[in-house]
Every structure is written in C-alpha cells, then in structure tokens.
C-alpha cells in the first residue's frame, strides 16, 4: 500500500482526486491510503439532509458521494482516505467498515482509553460522544473516502450541525482526555494500526 502525506489539503480537489484514482484503476494498481488534515468544511453525504446543518456559516458545504449524512473537517482532525481494491483483499464493506472502527479503537487504546462501536451508528464512542467518523464510496469494488479521528481542534463547528444526522450527538476529540500528541503523531500512529488490519497484498 502506497502512503501519502500531502499535509493541509483543501476538501473538493482531494475528494476529485480520490475519484479519478478509483476510476483510473485496474486490477495492478496499488492500493493507497492519504493522510491530511482540511480547512475548515461541512460535507453532506448522498442522502444527506441539509436541514442537519442547522444555523448559515461561513464555513463551506460540500455536496458528495460517500454514504452517511453531514460531518465537519477541520485543522486538527485526522483524516485518513483508503483507496483499497476490496476484491483483491477479499474483504466486503462491513468487513472494512468493521476494521476501520478496530483501528481507531486500537489507536485510541494507546493512550489507555476505552473506545467502543455503537449498535447501527458507524464510527467511534467514548461513553456515548463521537470521537471519529467514517464514510466511504465504492465503485467497481474500490473504495475511497474513509475515516476523521478528532485530536486537536475546535470542536465548535460540530455543535452547528447534527453530527452524522444525530441530533444533540456531542462530539469530543483525544485532547479532552489530556492526549497531548499532535494530528501528526497520532496520525502516525493510526497507520501503524490500519496497516495492521489491512496488511499488504500481491498485486496482480
């Protein structure tokens, strides 16, 4: 798996880029994953509701093609993208869902905290508050988009919206628990754990 850290990216070009690998891809190409953060934006699912953004601000929405309702990104949050071929890794969507939400938890554990799933609501809780989000598209059996794990950021945005369609779902980030590792560590960190759960494959 090919690993890229373009840095601070804004959302579309990331997300048209995203697209364009999937859809340029064949049987022979590596699978990728991108580590970034973003400026400040609002991205509303394909079935999202934009009644979920509840009052008008400057911070952009974006319209896109991952399942799930809005979510916010900003300076602060990792957010990693998984740009894997499914067939190849003979692996369903909620089988990788299910190990995107073991890595977060692993990656969370680190820092001796008790992270856990929440029956029919994908992403990662601490006693009940959303502290990572994911969402994902598949196309011809490749996946794109992926996972936000809050670490260090202002978490005022998120009070703007219902996160993830929830209404009054309060949103927390590793910093509330005195996590004093930066976006970039622990984004290195939740790649030694994803790439645990999605181990190198042959490519064809």
């Given at each position: ?47 999202g ?5 509840l ?114 779902l ?25 790439q ?9």
């Open positions: 798996m090919i690993i890229r850290r373009p840095g601070l990216v804004p959302y579309e070009p990331t997300w048209r880029a995203m697209q364009e690998f999937t859809t340029r891809r064949d049987a022979s190409t590596p699978d990728e994953l991108w580590l970034v953060q973003h400026p400040p934006v609002y991205t509303l699912g394909q079935a509701k934009p009644e979920h953004l009052q008008t601000t400057d911070i952009p929405l974006v319209k896109i093609d991952r399942g799930g309702q809005i979510t916010y990104h900003g300076p602060g949050q990792v957010v990693a993208y998984l740009l894997i071929d499914l067939h190849r890794r003979h692996l369903k969507v909620r089988e990788m869902v299910n190990l995107l939400e073991q890595s977060i938890i692993d990656c969370i554990a680190d820092f001796g905290l008790d992270a856990r799933r929440q029956e029919g609501a994908p992403g990662v809780y601490i006693d009940g508050a959303k502290i990572a989000a994911l969402g994902l598209r598949v196309k011809n059996g490749c996946s794109y988009h992926g996972l936000s794990l809050n670490v260090d950021m202002d978490l005022t945005p998120f009070t703007w919206i219902n996160p993830c369609g929830y209404s009054g309060k949103t927390i980030q590793l910093k509330d628990f005195g996590v004093t590792e930066g976006p970039d560590e622990v984004a290195e960190r939740l790649l030694g754990h994803l645990h759960h999605f181990p190198a494959v042959a490519s064809i």
